[in-house]
């Protein structure tokens, strides 16, 4: 029969927005602000800060 299964390899639709977030914000040097994709699910701010949030970080430990 039908049963529920827990996808651990995929993202789901808040992962995929952090990760576009951290690769837009890393491939091209730009901040949160800049992201204007129309992101409909809880917390976008939050996700968009937090991916920011990495980003710098990356760039302080790998010194780019």
Known sequence: ????KV???HLGDPGEFMQG???YMFLFDA??????L???GPNAELIKECAESAVAE???VFKK
């Open 21 to 23: 977030c951290v690769w």
């Open 58 to 60: 990356s760039r302080r």
């Open 38 to 40: 129309d992101y409909k």
């Open 31 to 36: 901040k949160a602000s800049d992201i204007k």
């Open 7 to 9: 996808d651990r390899h």
């Open 1 to 4: 029969g039908n049963r529920l």
